[in-house]
């Protein structure tokens, strides 16, 4: 049975990616840049729960609990807002609006994918965030483009879905590609 390597995720509209993408253009020219990879504008995400490899065989369980979890779930107001990093490894974009059902949504969203039998890393508090750029070697300072982004205040947007995303890891090991990601399932949220 092949696997299936998913995430689970709520993926912006168009307009508010392009808003993000103006943002960040300027960064990439800047001295930090040469260490950082950025990731690819159309697979901005924010991860809900990340599910690694997967049996398919799981597949007709995983979407049905997901699904009532989003039909659990009443859309929300969200937009995308200020940076932050995780040490000197990653440069991810926030999010601010309705934090507490987005954290509800990734928690309803774990708890899916461990009744289903996927095994789960330890729960930690979600923190919401969009991936911008992940370093090239052991540590990067992120600092000045973390200070770049703090003000950035995206439009707000309803998050009405939920979707189950595949990751396909590149296989031709060119340096640089990136994964290309594929929405498996998706549900509207509060049907």
């Not at 990879?37 to 991860?47: D, E, K, L, M, S």
């Not at 999010?95 to 095994?119: S, V």
């Not at 031709?172 to 590609?177: A, I, K, Q």
Request: charged residues 25%; aromatic residues 6%; glycine residues 8%.
């Amino acid at each position: 049975m092949s696997r299936l390597r998913l995430f689970v995720a709520v993926l912006p509209p168009a307009p508010a990616v392009e808003e993000l993408r103006r943002a960040v253009a300027p960064l990439h020219a800047s001295p930090e840049a040469a260490g950082l990879r950025w990731t690819a504008v159309p697979g901005w995400h924010f991860t809900l729960a990340f599910l690694g490899p997967v049996d398919e065989g799981l597949l007709p369980e995983l979407t049905e609990r997901l699904g009532r979890a989003a039909r659990r779930t009443d859309p929300f107001p969200l937009r995308i807002h200020g940076a932050g990093r995780f040490g000197g490894r990653a440069l991810w974009a926030g999010a601010a609006g309705a934090l507490d059902e987005l954290r509800l949504l990734a928690e309803r969203a774990d708890a899916a994918a461990r009744r289903t039998g996927i095994p789960m890393d330890e729960h930690r508090r979600y923190t919401p965030h969009l991936t911008l750029a992940r370093s090239r070697r052991a540590e990067v300072d992120l600092r000045p483009c973390v200070e770049a982004l703090a003000d950035f205040e995206g439009t707000a947007w309803e998050v009405g879905e939920l979707a189950l995303v595949r990751s396909n890891l590149p296989d031709s090991g060119v340096p640089g590609e990136r994964p290309r990601y594929e929405v498996v399932a998706s549900w509207a949220l509060g049907h």
